[in-house]
């Protein structure tokens, strides 16, 4: 890979970058992203989402918002970021992906390319910049977890959101043993809930990757959050003083003071392709 092809924007550059991702769908990732970035904005930080769900995006729909244009026109070369990007709650800028887009499921090289580079510009205006991934493995999601300097992996008590979030740190841990990666359990009664879910995935990071993870604490169930999302605003703006929206506020303090993530803040080259007849990595279940 040539020096040219690689993108790097660091904290003096701008932004932290955290990759957020878990595995296994429907366990409330997307809302965590937003809700995380509006908290993090009301502590005065300047904050972005990138959509990196590339073909199926829907952080604009969770904010009832109806962008123009989208990543499909960047990566096409028809738009710049600066074109695409709308404004959400409390100056949160949002980078929405596309909808129904299949093309995007698999980026060219080009299009690494050309997002880096643009996300580089992002990153020098901004404090955070959030990278809400699609669920599941694939290699968008794998090069964007390890391009980001931190990963949060967001899952539940369910067994089958456990085994996902344990493949996601496997195959991440296999790309960058060294990533800084935490958990945060959603939708969890109470805090032993959550302690319960981090200590099994630690236990097992441990024994079988020979490392640690970090733990981010949790967000309990709340009847508020789906009246947020169908009100298409976050809870942390909607219920303010709702049980989860004061997990957020303590979520976004505890990622402030954590400081710069160390490293470059957005790394992304073209991934590496397998060669033929190379054999696809394993992912053992761990429940």
Request: aromatic share 4%; proline share 5%.
């Amino acid at each position: 890979m040539t020096a040219s092809a690689e993108t790097t924007a660091g904290r003096g550059d701008g932004a932290v970058t955290i990759a957020v991702t878990s595995g296994k769908g429907g366990v409330g990732k997307t809302s965590v992203v937003i809700n995380l970035a509006v908290a993090l904005a009301r502590l005065r930080n300047r904050v972005a989402i990138l959509d990196a769900d590339f073909g199926l995006g829907n952080v604009d729909v969770l904010l009832g918002l109806a962008p123009p244009c989208h990543l499909g026109h960047l990566l096409a070369g028809e738009k710049e970021i600066e074109d695409i990007i709308v404004q959400g709650p409390f100056g949160v800028q949002i980078i929405p992906a596309s909808s129904g887009l299949r093309d995007l499921t698999a980026l060219t090289d080009a299009q690494w390319t050309r997002l880096g580079e643009s996300l580089q510009r992002v990153c020098r205006s901004v404090d955070y910049l959030l990278i809400d991934t699609a669920a599941g493995v694939s290699d968008n999601v794998v090069q964007l977890l390890v391009s980001a300097q931190r990963v949060l992996v967001v899952t539940s008590l369910e067994p089958s959101a456990m085994v996902d979030a344990y493949a996601i740190i496997k195959v991440l841990t296999a790309s960058d043993s060294r990533k800084d990666i935490a958990i945060l359990v959603n939708g969890a009664h109470d805090a032993d809930e959550g302690e319960l879910v981090y200590r099994q995935l630690d236990v097992a990071a441990t024994k079988f990757l020979q490392r640690g993870l970090r733990y981010y604490g949790h967000v309990p169930f709340d009847p508020a959050l789906r009246e947020s999302v169908l009100v298409q605003r976050p809870i942390v703006d909607h219920r303010p003083q709702s049980p989860a929206s004061r997990c957020f506020r303590i979520l976004a303090s505890r990622i402030a003071s954590l400081g710069p993530g160390g490293g470059p803040g957005l790394r992304l080259v073209p991934p590496a392709r397998p060669t033929a007849g190379g054999a696809g990595m394993e992912v053992q279940r761990c429940a």
